[in-house]
C-alpha cells in the first residue's frame, strides 16, 4: 500500500504542451490508492481534453468559476475544492501560472484555489529551457517555496522547441516517486522500525489438535497500519489469523506457536527502536506433542502443560534503547494489576484492556483502553474502533519517545 493510498489529490493542470502527460499522472494517483479530481486553467484544453481526465479519475473536471446547467448556472466552490485536497499538484505548471501563483493573482479557478487550499502544495514546471534558466523564474522558485510549496525540479532533454536542456516536466512516475519520499521524510516515524507481535499462538497436542485462542490479530494488525502510515518500518510477526495486510512499510512474519513468537521477535529485537507486544500468547503449552493423532481411548484424557516463554518480559530483561510496550486483559484491580505487570516486565508504557468494558477484547472491532507509562501517569481513551484506538496508542509512544 502506498502512503498516497486514501488520499484525495487535486491535480491542476496548465497550458504546457506536457498536459499530454497529466493523463499517465491521473492513472499513477489512482495506481497508488488515491481519489483524483482536476481542475484545467482554460488554456490547457487547447493540450489535453478535460474528458480524457475525467474518465480517468472518474470525477468532473472543474475549469471555470461557474458551469451553465441548461438553464442553471452553477458555481465551482473553489474554496471547497481547495479544502477536500489532501495535496493539490500542479503538472505541469507554466511559467505564467506560477508567476500568477508567486503574485497572489488569481483570475482563473485553479489560481483561486490554490489561493484557498490549505494542503501541501507540490508543483511539477515545465518549460523552454531559455524561460527555466531565466532570473525571472528563479525568484517565482524561490517566492513558491518561501509560500512552503515544494517544487519537483524539471528533467533535461530534448524539448518541444527543439531545443535540449532542462525544462521537461519530470516523468509522471517519477512525480508519484518524489511526493512519495517527501511525505515520508516528513513523518514522525521516519527512520524507525517497529516490532509487533500478534494474533493467538496455536499450541500442538498431536498432528492436528492444537490449544488456541480467540484472539483475532486485529489490534496488532492495526498497530501494524498505524505505525507504517507515520513513516515505520514495521516487522509484524502473527500468530495464526484470517486477516490480510499489503503496505510497503510492512514485513510480516508468520508463526504459529509461542516459541516460533519468541524465536522471531528476538531475532529482530536488535534492529528495532520500538517493540509491542500486541500478541495472546498462549501461557501454556502441552509438554509433550503426541506423534501420532491421539486415539479417543479412555473417558478422560489429561494433558500435561507446561509454560511458555514470556516474551515480552523476556525483551524487557535485554532491554536498551528500544521503547517497549505491553498490553494487559484485566479483570479486576485492574490499574494495579497493569501497574505492576508494566514494572515486573520493564515496560515503558502498558495497554490495559478491562473485561469489564463493553466493546472492549478479543473479537470486538471495537477497543478501550487506558494507557499507564512508566512515570505512572494513568491517560483513559474512551471506546474507539481498533483502527482509532491503534493511531492513540501509536500518538503515544510518539510523545513519549521523542
Ligand atoms: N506476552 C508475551 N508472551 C507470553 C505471554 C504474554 O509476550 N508468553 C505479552 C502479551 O503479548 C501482552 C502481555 O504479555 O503484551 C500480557 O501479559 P500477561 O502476563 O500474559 O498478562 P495477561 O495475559 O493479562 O495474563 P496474566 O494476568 O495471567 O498475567
Known amino acids: 500500500m502506498s502512503i498516497l493510498s486514501g488520499k484525495n489529490i487535486l491535480l491542476g493542470v496548465t497550458a504546457g504542451i506536457a498536459a499530454y502527460k497529466s493523463a499517465s499522472l491521473v492513472r499513477e494517483f489512482i495506481k497508488a490508492g488515491a481519489t483524483v479530481k482536476v481542475v484545467m486553467t482554460p488554456a490547457s484544453k487547447d493540450f489535453v481534453t478535460p474528458l480524457t481526465l475525467s474518465t480517468l479519475s472518474k470525477n468532473p473536471v472543474e475549469s471555470h468559476f461557474y458551469e451553465k446547467d441548461n438553464d442553471n448556472e452553477l458555481w465551482n466552490n473553489h474554496v471547497e475544492l481547495g479544502l477536500w485536497a489532501d495535496y493539490f499538484v500542479i503538472a505541469p505548471a507554466t511559467a505564467n501560472t506560477m508567476s500568477k501563483m508567486a503574485n497572489g493573482v488569481c483570475d482563473n479557478l485553479l489560481l483561486a484555489t490554490y489561493l484557498s487550499a490549505k494542503c501541501p502544495v507540490y508543483i511539477a514546471p515545465a518549460m523552454d529551457l531559455d524561460m527555466y534558466k531565466h532570473q525571472s ?49 516528513q513523518l514522525p516515524l521516519k527512520g524507525q522500525k517497529v516490532l509487533i507481535t500478534a494474533g493467538p499462538t496455536y499450541e500442538a497436542i498431536d498432528p492436528v489438535r492444537f490449544i488456541g485462542n480467540h484472539s483475532s490479530g486485529k489490534m496488532g494488525f492495526e498497530l501494524a497500519k498505524a505505525a507504517a502510515n507515520l513513516g515505520a518500518e514495521v516487522i509484524l510477526i502473527t500468530g495464526p489469523t484470517n486477516l490480510k495486510l499489503s503496505h510497503s512499510l510492512i514485513t510480516v512474519i508468520h508463526v504459529v506457536s509461542a516459541e516460533e513468537m519468541y524465536k522471531a521477535s528476538h531475532k529482530e529485537f536488535q534492529y528495532v527502536n520500538i517493540a509491542i507486544a500486541a500478541a495472546a500468547v498462549a501461557d501454556y503449552r502441552p509438554k509433550e506433542i503426541a506423534l501420532n493423532k491421539i486415539k479417543k481411548k479412555e473417558s478422560t484424557l489429561t494433558l500435561k502443560l507446561e509454560k511458555t516463554k514470556d516474551i515480552l518480559a523476556s525483551l524487557g530483561k535485554i532491554k536498551k534503547h528500544q521503547f517497549l510496550v505491553g498490553f494487559a486483559l484485566e479483570t479486576n484491580n485492574e490499574i494495579e494489576n497493569a501497574k505492576s505487570k508494566l514494572k515486573r516486565k520493564n515496560l515503558d508504557l502498558i495497554v490495559l484492556n478491562s473485561l469489564k468494558d463493553k466493546g472492549a477484547g478479543f473479537k470486538s472491532a471495537t477497543n478501550k483502553v487506558t494507557l499507564i507509562d512508566k ?28
Open 137 to 185: 523564474t528563479t525568484n517565482t522558485f524561490a517566492k513558491l517555496n518561501s509560500f512552503g510549496n515544494t517544487i519537483i525540479p524539471a528533467t533535461s532533454g530534448e524539448l518541444a522547441s527543439g531545443l535540449v536542456g532542462q525544462g521537461r516536466m519530470a516523468e509522471p512516475e517519477d512525480i508519484v516517486g518524489f511526493i512519495t519520499a517527501d511525505i515520508l521524510s
Open 375 to 402: 512515570l505512572d501517569n494513568i491517560q483513559e481513551f474512551p471506546l474507539k474502533s481498533k483502527t482509532e484506538v491503534a493511531k492513540d496508542i501509536i500518538n503515544e509512544i510518539i510523545v513519549r519517545n521523542a
